[in-house]
């Protein structure tokens, strides 16, 4: 949430043409009661693209499913992993899968709503139900409600005592977890999440599962997305530089201004880019300090452009 924007996601398409992206997650409240068109509009180049929403009323997600559908999303996902105390707290996100007959419900007027395809990302477990025949429940519970694609953050989710940044690091990677649902649900699309820092890493495991989930990498070292048309899909496709990416990503920031958007917008999520490269640190300086005190700030994006040439 609040990283993955719309902003983001163009500059990722322009990395790679191939990968499915996913929105941040959208609860059902923002989306009904909200700015609907802050959430739902984007750009026709960053798809595929999935929708991702948090809720747990079966009735709100159907509507919101329709909302998603009529946007032109290519997926609606539920998520069913977010361990944030302010999520728990209106019955979403990793507690959900206490109560998979609910989650099943969810899923079951979803499909009824929509057309497109309703996929979960969860956990392998919380705290109190984090036994392997609890996660059987929920998955098979899951898939007799109709879904077929389940993304699986490899990691039990604890639900008191941990900010969400813990639970992304102290409870331990069970990998094996994962690949032995996959064994016990073979007819399932199982996609594996967590701890892969390399493309290598995915490539390991598309091995074994039928695909894989990039989070915070994909964020941090964005770059990475470059080659995962060539190493994943097709080893013809091109790699785009970092050089071509910012000047082929400037007039989409210069249609951002003119809107009356703000640059910091866009150069927030640049910052990835800066790695392997010698100027890396001139560059994160230029757009995470100097341009905020610049009265030309689109020459020294210019300039912050140009310390990639070759690159």
């Known amino acids: 949430m609040d990283w993955t924007d719309r902003h983001f996601r163009f500059f990722a398409r322009l990395l790679s043409k191939q990968a499915l992206l996913y929105t941040e997650m959208v609860t059902t409240g923002a989306l009904l009661h909200g700015d609907q068109a802050r959430f739902l509009n984007h750009e026709p180049a960053e798809q595929p693209l999935a929708l991702q929403l948090g809720g747990s009323v079966p009735a709100e997600l159907a509507r919101c499913a329709r909302l998603g559908e009529a946007a032109g999303y290519a997926e609606i996902n539920l998520n ?41 990302k969860h956990r392998i477990g919380i705290n109190g139900r984090d036994s392997y025949t609890e996660l059987c429940d929920f998955v098979g519970q899951l898939q007799e409600a109709g879904c077929q694609t389940f993304i699986v953050h490899a990691r039990i989710a604890i639900l008191e005592g941990l900010s969400p940044k813990q639970n992304r690091e102290i409870p331990p990677l069970r ?19 967590g701890g892969l820092k390399t493309l290598e890493d995915c490539q390991k495991q598309l ?5 894989v989930m990039v989070g915070r990498e994909a964020y941090q070292n964005s770059y990475m997305l470059a080659y995962v048309d060539q190493l994943l899909f097709d080893p013809d496709s091109p790699v785009i530089s970092r050089h071509a990416a910012l ?15 703000a640059l910091h917008h866009m150069t927030r999520h640049l910052l990835g880019l800066a790695h392997g490269f010698p100027g890396a640190r001139r560059f994160r300086q230029l757009l995470s300090a100097d341009i905020h005190q610049s009265s030309s700030p689109l020459a020294l994006l210019d300039q912050a452009t140009e310390l990639l040439t070759g690159y």
């Open 175 to 193: 990998h094996e977890v994962a690949a032995q649902l996959k064994q016990d649900f073979p007819d399932l699309e199982l996609i594996l999440n």
């Open 80 to 120: 069913a992993g977010c361990p944030s105390d302010r999520v728990q707290n209106n019955m979403i996100g990793a507690c959900l899968m206490a109560h998979p007959e609910r989650v099943a419900d969810c899923i079951k007027a979803m499909r009824d709503a929509t057309s497109l395809e309703i996929t979960v």
């Open 247 to 261: 000047l082929a990503l400037r007039p989409y920031i210069v249609r951002h201004l003119a809107a009356g958007g």
């Open 207 to 211: 091995g074994v599962f039928d695909g």
